[in-house]
């Protein structure tokens, strides 16, 4: 009983500590190593920047335009929004812009201000594709080295191969030269667009450009089937790794350049966060209202652990991080709601052991244990649900799916772990009246 009443003294502590630490990283004031983990808002409430792109599809046949344009928007906001919980807005936009019809793609970034910042993480996905070499002659130029490069601009002519068809990518290094090296694979259309490409290529240079700029330029010496090629060239260990981290996050399928940039002001801004954070704080204090009336001590206990819970929850939204707009201030109140529930359940349990004469640990023991199966299999199916969510689902769609899982299995881990925890460790008082009367529940009786 000791070591349970010390254990749970020490989550308290330690749910004091975090909760502190969630609300002082966003203090003017805050610790250095604090300050760096503020809440994130969204554009409604914060604002943010906005972005412009033109997308160049002049190589692009009219019948490729489409497909090209919806796999740059998709490449760029997963980019961006690697978990689904940053709420970009990535619009295409078609039309007559200046002398003639161009495709432009619109990017908002909430709680971004900073415009190099934005521009950077638009910037960090490179452009790959595949040229061969025409039928004139090659050019070739001598560098400050003395090393033969190729010209490579006037000598080779675009594919259809580009990192649209990438699946992924992997670093290796050469056994005799310990030179680094990057292994593409494609997927199925890409595969047959290499064979193809490689097959019609014999004998000829295939050259692979990173954004614009011919990085390896091997010669093609028999068709290549599997949908696998390597990059080769003068890099770094450290470039060859960040090279492959970026490709593997998404090359766009065309290439973009930089219109224009603004910093967009908030739609609701701060009267809205206010009155999100106000919900927030009534929808809690009617929950432990209910819960201290009903309950008694075992409510007053869950009042902890619930405390616990939104500590634990905000802290993963920091760290995350999870852009809260004011859908997403409601979502989480909802999410105070539904932690309950296990508690709730587990309860009900503990009145019903109780009024078939067992005492209070034996009747809190088979409480959570009758309780189980109905919250295993309730939570269960809201995790599936969530898991589905985030596979199918768009990026807003995403975003919920992650932090919907997250409350329900961190409130299945406070409901059964802490609370079961912190009602272990308290003195039954079965034979006393105030022991019958905080382990009661109802009005009083």
Known sequence: MIKKRIFAVLILLAGIALGWAVFASDKPNAPASLSKYPFRLGLDLSGGTHLLYSADISKLSPSQVDDSMNALRDVI????????????????????FGSGGEHRLSIELPGVTDISEAIAMIGQTPFLEFRVQSDGPQQVSIDENGNAVLNADGNFVPTDLTGKYLKSSQLSFNQTTGEPIINLNFNDEGAKLFEKITKENIGKTVAIYLDGQVIS??????????????????????????LVGRLNSGALPVPISLISTETIGATLGEQAVNAGVNAALIGFLAIVLFLLVWYRLPGLVSVVALGIYIAITLALYKLIPVTLSTAGIAGFIISIGIAVDANILIFERFKEERKNGRGVSDALEAGFDRAWLSIRDANTASIITAVILFWFGSSLIKGFALTFGLGVIISLFSAIVITRLFLRSLPKMENSKVGKFLFSSGFIK
């Open 217 to 242: 330029a091997p010669v093609v010496r028999e068709a290549i089937s599997g949908g696998q090629a390597q990059i080769s060239g003068s890099f770094t260990p450290k470039e060859a790794r960040e």
């Open 77 to 96: 906001e997963r980019r961006i929004n690697l978990f689904g919980v940053g709420e970009p807005i990535v619009q295409e936009q078609t039309g007559s």
